[in-house]
């Protein structure tokens, strides 16, 4: 395509408005291949719990889905997209569809047409293949993809696969005419304030939406307002959703903790009792993420929270030895235990049969 293509103006105004977006898992068998039934089960799970949008084939999906051994990258973003139009039918509603899009230059592009075929808006940029290129090789290979998908940027941690990114980057990504989105995931304030500086100093606040994938400060960041210099004079910059593994699972419970954070923005008076809950919520996440291991356990976490409510059946991934840490089911057990209010283990149970079956 000789052009940046857009996505549709319903897209556009979904993310700046704020959605919920969970990162989809991988549902195997035993045998390690794709348990279809579950995956779409997943998928429901996340369409009825209120998710305005789903982004796969990103880290929480395996990036190992794209090695030509399991080649599962078509058929998950097949399944996923079925799946999502027929619920989006049944519902009548629209989801925002994000694709991961990875590797050196010729995979991504690949991946980006790959995606926009199969009618995903937009393409979340991971750039852990380029770790040791400069900013000028990084935006040529960004522009690229762009030429072939919207693009939605994407800050990971060093952590699980990512690379620091300097403000200078952000600007200039920031000149792609079709960067809709921007997912701010670096576990660092003081990049995540790189990000956010660059948006307003390049004057798109009100038309590049910034999300949250710090899942350590998930609700500080949906609640906070950044007043900063802008292009044009002093910019009012917001997180307006999140994208995020962490809501892969009690969603429907993440559904309303996000409504509850929109509501007390708009009223511009934060409840003590929101901060304290997302001090919660970082707990939560700290032994589902396995943050005591660096995140080693991160994946199979989030498949233990999913297998305990029935909707996977076991916490295998595509890798043998991505497995529970040591100590981590005993802290995700201190963890259920401790916050009760944030489970959604009630809406399962009412609904799972029918994710799973119908």
């Not at 690949?110 to 770790?131: D, M, P, Q, W």
């Not at 989030?302 to 981590?328: D, F, K, V």
Request: with cysteine.
């Amino acid at each position: 395509m000789s052009s940046f293509p857009s996505p549709p103006r319903w897209v556009q105004a979904a993310l700046l408005e704020g959605q919920v977006i969970p990162a989809h898992p991988l549902a195997l068998t035993p045998a390690h291949r794709l348990d279809e039934r579950r995956q779409r089960a997943l998928t429901r799970y996340y369409h009825a719990a209120g998710a305005g949008g789903l982004a796969l084939a990103v880290h929480t999906t395996q990036f190992a889905i794209r090695d030509p051994k399991h080649g599962l990258l078509k058929p998950v973003l097949e399944l996923a997209s079925a799946t999502l139009s027929q619920c989006d039918t049944d519902a009548r509603r629209q989801t925002v569809r994000i694709a991961g899009v990875c590797g050196r230059t010729g995979q991504a592009v690949s991946e980006a047409i790959l995606a926009r075929r199969l009618g995903f808006h937009a393409g979340l940029l991971s750039l852990g293949a380029f770790r040791e290129s400069d900013d000028q090789e990084l935006i040529g290979h960004c522009v690229a993809v762009a030429r072939e998908l919207p693009l939605f940027g994407f800050y990971l941690q060093p952590a699980v696969g990512g690379r620091a990114l300097s403000p200078a980057f952000w600007r200039r990504f920031l000149e792609i005419p079709n960067v809709v989105a921007i997912k701010i995931a670096p576990f660092n304030r003081y990049q995540t304030l790189d990000v956010v500086r660059a948006v307003a100093e390049v004057g798109r606040a009100g038309e590049v939406a910034l999300y949250t994938g710090n899942d350590d400060n998930i609700i500080p960041d949906l609640l906070t307002e950044y007043v900063l210099p802008g292009r044009c004079g002093e910019a009012h910059v917001r997180i307006a959703g999140g994208l995020l593994g962490h809501w892969a699972f009690w969603t429907r419970r993440a559904v309303e903790l996000f409504e509850q954070c929109r509501r007390a923005r708009s009223t511009r008076s934060i409840p003590a009792e929101l901060l304290s809950l997302g001090a919660q919520v970082m707990d939560c996440n700290a032994a589902v993420f396995d943050a005591a291991n660096g995140f080693a356990g991160c994946i199979p976490g989030i498949h233990e929270m999913l297998r305990r409510q029935g909707l996977l059946e076991g916490t295998w991934c595509l890798e043998p030895g991505l497995r529970l840490s040591a100590g981590q089911a005993e802290e995700i057990d201190r963890v259920c235990q401790a916050y009760p209010q944030l489970k959604d283990d009630a809406f399962v149970r009412e609904n799972g049969d029918k994710w799973l079956n119908g």
